[in-house]
């Protein structure tokens, strides 16, 4: 595709070891599934052009080099079923490269004659790094509440699917479809990215093997998500002390004290509380793409949603 080659062009690089790196991480590059809704909505908008190709690239990039990053604050062992780069070439070499990807995301906005979308990329930075703070921080006190778990959802993942979204309306020459179609745009990309973040944080309760992604991982890195907060809305805030407890011996790998959790999450319908938020929001989409003007493109977002 056109963004892949943009996107390897703007990394090729002279030092070998540079290029080493990121040969591992195209090795399983993963769903690009901001490419696609960059790329979508411009075909929504209008006429795709090089612009467009750039923004995808763009905001595979950003997604890229939050994800190196990320890992490094988790310490995490594994990015799509392979070994992370933290853990495989050390953290500093991950941070640095999330640096250089970074860098050439926004050389790529320059050369292109996309300035107008860098604010756009620098606020979703911003949203990105503030949500994976207070999730760090609420992974310390352990007391997050419902609207602080959805305000973390709507900066580390929706942010990023808004801007993508956004960009690529903006990335085509039909300027006046694409301001008659943003609020629109806006909606569907809020709970697009809603949905999205909260089916991640469920599957975690119910892995999947071929998924790449180890099984109840959150709650080892003490993150409590929708499921467990469900749970505890069901069954009551008294609970949460106790739940407190478990996940501080979970921290210890302590199965017994994981087990509990996941027994918890079970007996008080935590799963069932997660997946109606899921729904509203996956039904929300729907609702907002589906009255976009009728297209291959808009069809390609109604596929999105359902994934």
């Not at 540079?18 to 993963?30: M, Q, T, V």
């Not at 993942?157 to 629109?184: C, D, H, N, Q, W």
């Not at 501080?248 to 999450?265: G, M, P, S, T, Y």
């Amino acid at each position: 595709m056109a963004f892949q080659k943009i996107l390897k062009t703007a990394l090729d690089s002279p030092y070998a070891y540079l290029s080493s790196l990121d040969a591992y991480i195209f090795n399983k590059p993963g769903k690009q599934l901001r490419p696609a809704l960059v790329l979508c909505t411009a075909g929504v908008c209008g006429t795709p052009g090089a612009l467009s190709y750039a923004v995808a690239a763009v905001a595979e990039m950003i997604h890229t080099a939050t994800l190196l990053h990320d890992d490094v604050a988790d310490n995490a062992e594994t990015r799509r079923g392979m070994t992370s780069v933290q853990k495989q070439f050390g953290p500093a070499t991950a941070i640095l490269l999330g640096d250089y990807w970074f860098a050439r995301a926004f050389r790529i906005l320059v050369d292109y004659d996309g300035l107008e979308l860098l604010p756009l990329y620098a606020e979703a930075i911003q949203a990105l790094s503030e949500g994976e703070i207070l999730q760090l921080e609420k992974g310390r006190t352990l007391d997050i509440s419902l609207n602080e778990y959805y305000s973390v959802c709507e900066k580390k993942t929706v942010s990023l699917f808004r801007t993508s979204m956004v960009s690529g309306a903006l990335s085509v020459p039909e300027k006046e479809i694409s301001k008659t179609y943003m609020p629109i745009i806006e909606k569907a990309a809020y709970h697009l990215g809603m949905a999205f973040q909260i089916n991640d944080d469920i599957m975690d309760y119910c892995p999947v093997e071929e998924a790449g992604k180890p099984c109840y991982q959150d709650i080892a890195e003490s993150k409590i998500t929708l499921p467990l907060l469900g749970a505890l809305a069901n069954a009551g805030e008294t609970y949460r002390p106790r739940v407190v407890e478990w996940i501080r011996q979970a921290e210890n790998e302590d199965k017994e004290a994981l087990l509990r959790i996941i027994d918890f999450v079970k007996k008080n319908d935590g799963m069932e509380y997660a997946r109606k938020v899921w729904l509203h929001h996956n039904v929300k989409a729907q609702e907002q793409i589906s009255s976009l003007p009728s297209s291959q493109w808009r069809d390609c977002l109604l596929k999105i949603s359902g994934m």
